[in-house]
T-cell receptor, first 116, second 111 residues
C-alpha cells in the first residue's frame, strides 16, 4: 500500500511556542489530506480537511488560527500548533487520499505532542 | 450527523476467535473499514468492504455487513497475542472522503 510519513513522531515544547508537524505522501500524490487528533483512550477526531492549493476546511469547534494547515504541494501538508498550551497535548495523525473516490485512506504514524 | 459505535473492550484466549462489533447510522455509507492501532502508533488498514457486499474474507479476517441493520463485524480467527491492539471501524459516506470513526475496541489476547 501507499506510504504516508509523518514527522516528528514525538515532540515536547514549551507553552507559548509553536510546533510544526509534517505529513508527506512518499509514493503517491495526495490531493486531499486529513488531520486528526486523538485523546487518550478515545477515537480519532477529524480536525480539518486540506486540499492541495486551497484553504483547509475546519470541523466545527476547531480554531483555524490555532491550528494552521498548509497543503502547498501534492505530497506535503503541514499542521502548525500555534502558541501551544498544555491542553493541546495530544496524538495528532494525518491521512492522505489519492484521487477523489479512492477507497483507502493511508495514515501516518502519528505525532505525540507534549506541551510543558 | 453520522455516528459510529463500538463495544469498548474484548478479551479472548489465544487460539480462540474474536468478534468485534460496530454499528453506524449513515445509510449512505459507501465503504466501511477496519483499522488496527498498536500503542503509540498510527492506524493500519486491515480490510474494508463496499456497502453492496455482505461478506469479505481475507486470511484470518472475516467482515460481515448487515446493511439493513447498519451492523458491521470483524471476526479474527485463531487470535494471537500479536492481535492485541485497538480496533477502529470507520465509515465513508457518499459525499467527500471524510472517514467517521468509532471509539475503538480494545482487544486483549490472553496466552
Amino acid at each position: 500500500g501507499a506510504v504516508v510519513s509523518q514527522h516528528p513522531s514525538r515532540v515536547i515544547c514549551k507553552s507559548g511556542t509553536s510546533v510544526k508537524i509534517e505529513c508527506r505522501s512518499l509514493d503517491f500524490q495526495a490531493t486531499t489530506m486529513f488531520w486528526y487528533r486523538q485523546f487518550p483512550k478515545q477515537s480519532l477526531m477529524l480536525m480539518a480537511t486540506s486540499n492541495e492549493g486551497s484553504k483547509a476546511t475546519y470541523e466545527q469547534g476547531v480554531e483555524k488560527d490555532k491550528f494552521l494547515i498548509n497543503h502547498a504541494s501534492l505530497t506535503l501538508s503541514t499542521l502548525t500548533v500555534t502558541s501551544a498550551h498544555p491542553e493541546d497535548s495530544s496524538f495528532y495523525i494525518c491521512s492522505a487520499d489519492t484521487a477523489s473516490g479512492n477507497t483507502e485512506a493511508f495514515f501516518g504514524q502519528g505525532t505525540r505532542l507534549t506541551v510543558v | 450527523g453520522e455516528d459510529v459505535e463500538q463495544s469498548l473492550f474484548l478479551s479472548v484466549r489465544e487460539g480462540d476467535s474474536s468478534v468485534i462489533n460496530c454499528t453506524y447510522t449513515d445509510s449512505s455509507s459507501t465503504y466501511l473499514y477496519w483499522y488496527k492501532q498498536e500503542p503509540g502508533a498510527g492506524l493500519q488498514l486491515l480490510t474494508y468492504i463496499f456497502s453492496n457486499m455482505d461478506m469479505k474474507q481475507d486470511q484470518r479476517l472475516t467482515v460481515l455487513l448487515n446493511k439493513k441493520d447498519k451492523h458491521l463485524s470483524l471476526r479474527i480467527a485463531d487470535t494471537q497475542t500479536g492481535d492485541s491492539a485497538i480496533y477502529f471501524c470507520a465509515e465513508k459516506g457518499v459525499y467527500g472522503n471524510k472517514l467517521v470513526f468509532g471509539a475503538g475496541t480494545i482487544l486483549r489476547v490472553k496466552s
